[in-house]
């Protein structure tokens, strides 16, 4: 068990939904990075959060929008689904932002679009 | 650009034989981080090791140890004495110090180990 806690576990919806997943760090951990794991794109690098504020940005859709709130949970929101977003999502903490800092993955969730 | 390369995509052993997960990788940056991460079935990413650019020091860890040689741009991993809960899709991954702190992933290789 890593620590960092993530719901749901599994998700199932249709085109054109909103969802919202939502992930809790380990204690103690500061940042928060969000992944997406999909057959053809394999473990891609979606966005940062350290101490509440966008550290960094990697291939997020414009549909796609994350916060980290006060207590340091975050939430990735995914909206106008298409049968393209179905994948596994994966958010991971770390201690700090850059440096050795380890990243710790959740358990995951995973969106089934129909 | 940063690029992570695992040319074995499955391997398939039988338990107690040893195994080495090839990973390669390509970065411009002089110091920067290397890490295992293990997928088993469940499909959880189970953090296995993180080693530093500058330190090239091979590390061994109960049936687990790894290589990694700078000249070459590669750290490999190797199970000893196969157990089929070795069975999972492993992942090597980069990150440079500073900038961008993403994770650069490879594609995995699905390790199959049979009784």
């Known amino acids: 068990d890593s620590g960092v806690t993530q719901t749901p576990k599994h998700l199932i919806t249709a085109t054109g939904q909103r969802v919202t997943l939502r992930c809790s760090p380990r204690?103690?951990?500061?940042?928060v990075y969000w992944y997406q794991q999909s057959l053809d794109q394999g473990l891609q690098f979606l966005i940062q959060?350290?101490?509440?504020?966008?550290?960094a940005k990697g291939n997020i859709l414009e549909r796609f929008s994350a916060q980290q709130f006060p207590d340091l949970h975050s939430e990735l929101n995914l909206s106008s689904l298409e049968l393209g977003d179905s994948a596994l999502y994966f958010c991971?903490?770390?201690?700090?932002?850059?440096?050795?800092?380890?990243?710790?993955f959740g358990p995951g969730t995973r969106l089934t679009v129909l | 650009a940063q690029k992570v390369t695992q040319a074995q995509t499955e391997i398939s052993v039988v338990e107690k034989e040893d195994v080495t997960l090839d990973c390669v990788y390509e970065?411009?940056?002089?110091?920067?981080?290397l890490f295992w991460y293990k997928q088993p079935p469940s499909g959880e990413l189970v953090f296995l090791i993180r080693?530093?650019?500058?330190?090239?020091q091979n590390e061994i860890s109960g049936r687990y140890s790894w290589n990694f040689q700078k000249s070459t741009s590669s750290f490999n991993f190797t199970i000893t004495a196969s157990q089929v809960v070795d069975s999972a899709v492993y992942f090597c991954?980069?990150?440079?110090?500073?900038?961008?702190?993403?994770?650069?992933f490879g594609k995995g290789t699905k390790l199959t180990v049979n009784p």
């Open positions: 080693r530093n650019s500058f330190d090239e």
């Open positions: 991954a980069l990150r440079p110090w500073g900038g961008s702190e993403k994770l650069v």
């Open positions: 991971a903490s770390a201690t700090y932002a850059g440096g050795p800092d380890t990243q710790y």
């Open positions: 204690s103690g951990d500061l940042s």
């Open positions: 959060y350290y101490n509440g504020e966008e550290r």
């Open positions: 970065t411009r940056d002089t110091t920067y981080y």
